[in-house]
């Protein structure tokens, strides 16, 4: 087993599967449904259910979306401990952030990130509840589109060191697509999740200003 090449390779055989079945039940709920109904409902996927297998089907996409969701949330959980820690580790982050208990767990990185999740629901709550975990959706992931939209572009800037070649070739158009998508998924999330996103950057810059000043003196 090569790790090098079979986990890319896994990745993307994961994402275009996920992205096939997501197109093939958005298609079949648009051919069950119809758009009057659709356009005012909120559970699109039970609406579906239910007129194909009664109520008990809706309750059962219910339930299993409950379940999707409750893993997401876990795995988010996890993750938002692990990537301060990592990034802590790459000098990215000030060393308070590599803090761990006695079981190994970035305590730190875990009160920061759920102490910002918590002031960006709050500051959107006055909206109602339905709004604020949509605004804290889409701002997670327009944060994962932009580090996708940078990757993309450092590809780019990799590629043209490297010698011209069918490879090549093929990276550089994978890197503009991954771009592209990006830049468009961006622009077609909202004025004011893009601007919220943006602010945040500006924030981490004195950080990252300062944890560079440290790491080059150290």
């Known amino acids: 087993v090569e790790p090098e090449k079979t986990i890319p390779r896994i990745l993307i055989a994961s994402v275009l599967t996920v992205l096939v079945i997501y197109f093939l039940v958005s298609l079949a709920i648009a051919l069950i449904v119809p758009a009057a109904e659709l356009l005012g409902s909120t559970a699109p996927f039970a609406l579906a259910a239910t007129k194909v297998m009664g109520p008990l089907g809706g309750a059962i996409?219910?339930?299993?979306?409950?379940?999707?969701?409750?893993?997401?949330?876990?795995?988010?959980?996890?993750?938002?401990?692990?990537?301060?820690?990592?990034?802590?580790?790459?000098?990215?982050?000030?060393?308070?952030?590599?803090?761990?208990?006695?079981?190994?767990?970035?305590?730190?990185?875990?009160?920061?990130?759920?102490?910002?999740?918590?002031?960006?629901?709050?500051?959107?709550?006055?909206?109602?509840?339905?709004?604020?975990?949509?605004f804290m959706a889409m701002l997670s992931t327009l944060s994962t589109l932009m580090a996708y939209a940078f990757s993309a572009v450092s590809e780019f800037y990799f590629l043209k060191r490297d010698q011209p070649g069918p490879a090549r070739n093929r990276a550089i158009?994978?890197?503009?697509?991954?771009?592209?998508?990006?830049?468009?998924?961006?622009?077609?999330?909202?004025?004011?999740?893009?601007?919220?996103?943006?602010?945040?950057?500006?924030?981490?810059?004195?950080?990252?200003?300062?944890?560079?000043?440290?790491?080059?003196?150290?």
């Open 61 to 134: 996409i219910t339930v299993g979306a409950l379940i999707s969701t409750l893993g997401s949330l876990n795995a988010n959980t996890l993750t938002a401990g692990q990537v301060p820690l990592a990034a802590a580790k790459d000098h990215l982050l000030p060393v308070k952030f590599l803090t761990l208990s006695s079981t190994g767990t970035p305590i730190f990185s875990f009160l920061v990130s759920g102490g910002f999740m918590s002031l960006l629901l709050l500051l959107n709550y006055t909206k109602g509840l339905v709004a604020a975990f949509t």
């Open 173 to 218: 158009v994978l890197s503009v697509a991954a771009f592209l998508y990006s830049f468009f998924a961006i622009w077609g999330a909202g004025v004011e999740v893009v601007f919220y996103s943006f602010m945040l950057i500006i924030i981490g810059m004195p950080f990252y200003a300062l944890v560079r000043e440290d790491a080059r003196d150290l």
